[in-house]
């Protein structure tokens, strides 16, 4: 009787390049791109830092400089007063505390020619001067954002009697006449708004 040959068990191996083979290769690839997002992060966040040094080193900069921006209003307030229709006011001896900030003329509607300067006002607040030769009422009611005729309250100011007008976003004084309606508005205390009607001269117009 014959013995029995018994097959010798095969011992599995991976091929190589199989899944099983490269798992660990992948795993080491991933921990080195891993490490290298993390140096060149750390690396990029060292040159801005150094950016960021030369810039505030080497550019000037002042900590008390006016936030402010000065807008001068000398020529628009000159090319105004020889192409309005009215006489055109600007303040004169308010004093460099009054810093002016936005001036525009408007003259593409000769029923509607517009005027304005905007400034900042001693105690950081705003006073606008606002013309036109438009509807009155509808033009205080659109530069005050919907204010209104305060009772029968006046302001004499500059040698005329203003209306007070109240209620809208802007508190404003107003000159009304047949040419021009003058406006002085803003967030500013009555005072200030007093200080600028008083301050505003009016020449020029045709």
Not at 103 to 116: Q, R, S
Not at 118 to 135: K, M
Request: overall charge neutral.
């Amino acid at each position: 009787m014959s013995a029995m040959v018994t097959p010798t068990a095969r011992c599995r191996h991976p091929a190589v390049g199989t899944r099983e083979d490269m798992g660990d290769d992948r795993g080491v690839a991933a921990d080195k791109r891993g490490s290298k997002t993390v140096r060149d992060l750390l690396l990029s966040l060292v040159v801005l830092g150094f950016v960021v040094s030369v810039i505030y080193i080497f550019i000037p900069h002042d900590s008390h400089a006016d936030p402010v921006k000065v807008v001068p209003f000398s020529v628009e307030l000159g090319q105004a007063r020889r192409d309005a229709p009215y006489p055109v006011a600007g303040p004169e001896g308010l004093g460099a505390e009054w810093r002016s900030t936005s001036v525009t003329y408007n003259a593409a509607d000769p029923k509607n020619v517009t005027w304005h300067i905007g400034f900042v006002d001693p105690e950081q607040q705003y006073v606008a001067v606002e013309q036109s030769n438009g509807p009155s009422d509808a033009f205080v009611a659109s530069v005050t954002l919907n204010s209104h005729r305060d009772g029968t309250r006046t302001v004499s100011a500059g040698g005329h009697t203003w209306e007070r007008w109240t209620g809208g976003r802007y508190t404003a004084l107003v000159l009304k006449d047949p040419k021009v309606t003058t406006v002085v508005l803003g967030t500013a205390a009555d005072t200030q708004l007093e200080k600028m009607a008083a301050a505003l001269q009016e020449r020029g117009g045709h």
